[in-house]
């Protein structure tokens, strides 16, 4: 049979018990039978222990027994009352109680299971006192023992099927979690990887090709009039700037997808806005956007590194800050662009900060990508003070990158 351990009536069985065990139990209830039939010396012991065979087969091929507790205590029911019968008839019936108890607490709840068994033990006791034999200790301890071993073991086997469904459970969890995670790696690694590749074309295809049509334009200008190569360089020179456009296609097709539909100071005003990613929906500081100075179209490099330092610092802000208020503003001067992240949070101490499991690797990365483009980055913070961060990256024409960048 199977036993039981889910509360709903459709999944009655923990698992489908070893074919050999419930062999076992099949062979010990006909045999304990058929020596109850054998040692009554009568026809209606024998009728009565063939009958109770009989609904203990039915019942070990009916789908509901497994299925529902109502069928099943009703099937425990009739073959509890035609081994009662037996049991009058013949007191070597009391056997029987044995493989009784296994179906009992298989089958039934703990409530009605354990005071089943005690009925059963109790029926076998007074059978084999009924039928004439002396009282001695083996008769009250030889069923009640039974008894006991039969509880224990089913009890013991539930508990392991019990720790065996809960690591299996924490073992699918892990796994699924650990899909999860490969997921969300290759997902991050794939737009580092499309923004290291916009970094990449734009600062040297782009730059190459840029500096190729302005050799050219030079080269054009010191011509003589009516020169033959005249027309070899314009071509060189559309070709250039043909190219250079499809350069720029393919770095505005890597941006991140938060440049995509719009401006740098687009998207960091998204990011202020109430929801935003950055921090959830309902939480965090109000956080204001505002722009200084006389807006240029910027490097895809300097848009991407200003956005990451925004996402960054504000994240900062809600995770660790507590703060009710932070700002963000995005100056545009004559020789720099600088992003200033504000909040009046509780603030710490700029040298305190490190690395650690736990993390920490924020300022160090938003410095790493200022650094990385010439930049500067600077941390203003105290104790209860609110922390300021500002970020300057270098224009050296009013959009365009210093010597040694990309235009």
């Keep these: 049979m199977h036993p039981h351990s889910s509360p709903r009536p459709a999944r009655r069985s923990l698992t489908p018990a ?31 222990a063939a009958v109770t065979g009989a609904v203990y087969a039915a019942g070990s091929h009916l789908p509901a027994v497994r299925t529902s507790r109502r069928a099943a205590a009703v099937w425990l029911g009739v073959l509890g009352a035609s081994w009662l019968v037996v049991l009058c008839l013949t007191a070597e019936a009391l056997w029987v109680a044995f493989p009784l108890y296994f179906l009992q607490l298989h089958l039934l709840p703990a409530r009605w299971s354990l005071p089943a068994v005690a009925l059963t033990a109790g029926a076998a006791i007074l059978s084999y006192v009924g039928h004439g034999a002396a009282l001695n200790p083996g008769v009250f301890i030889g069923p009640l023992l039974g008894a006991a071993v039969a509880v224990a073991t089913v009890l013991g086997y539930q508990a392991l099927y019990r720790e065996s469904e809960r690591r299996r459970r924490l073992i699918e969890e892990l796994i699924a979690t650990r899909a999860e995670l490969a997921a969300a790696e290759r997902h991050a690694g794939t737009l580092a990887e499309r923004e290291r590749l916009a970094r990449e074309i734009h600062d040297t295809l782009a730059q190459g090709l840029s500096s190729i049509q302005l050799l050219l334009r030079a080269a054009e200008r010191a011509l003589p009039a009516a020169s033959p190569a005249a ?8 070709a250039a700037q043909d190219n250079l456009t499809e350069a720029r296609r393919f770095v505005r ?38 722009v200084s100075g006389t807006p240029v179209e910027l490097p895809t490099p300097y848009e991407v590194a200003l956005l990451r330092i925004a996402q960054s610092a504000l994240a900062n802000t809600v995770r660790h800050a507590s703060a009710s208020r932070a700002e963000i503003t995005l100056s545009f001067m004559d020789a720099s662009v600088t992003l200033d992240v504000v ?3 509780e603030g710490f101490e700029p040298g305190s900060v490190r690395t650690s499991s ?50």
């Excluded at 005003?269 to 505002?290: H, I, K, M």
């Excluded at 941390?379 to 009013?398: H, I, M």
């Design 231 to 238: 027309g070899h360089i314009e071509r060189a020179r559309r």
């Design 18 to 48: 070893p074919f050999v065990l419930r062999l076992c139990l099949h062979l010990l209830m006909a045999g304990l039978l058929v020596l109850a039939a054998v040692r009554a010396h009568s026809t209606a012991g024998t009728v009565a």
């Design 253 to 290: 097709a890597l941006t991140p997808s938060d440049l995509e539909h719009g401006s740098l100071a687009a998207a960091l005003e998204r990011l202020c806005e109430p929801g935003a990613d950055a921090y959830g929906p309902g939480a965090g500081p109000r956080v204001r956007f505002s």
């Design 358 to 407: 736990e993390g920490g690797f924020g300022l160090p990365a938003m410095r790493s990508r200022a650094e990385s483009l010439g930049g500067t980055f600077t941390v203003e913070s105290a104790p209860g003070q609110g922390t300021a961060v500002a970020v300057s990256l270098p224009l050296s024409d009013r959009g365009s990158l210093p010597s040694g960048g990309s235009a």
């Design 343 to 345: 909040d009046d949070g």
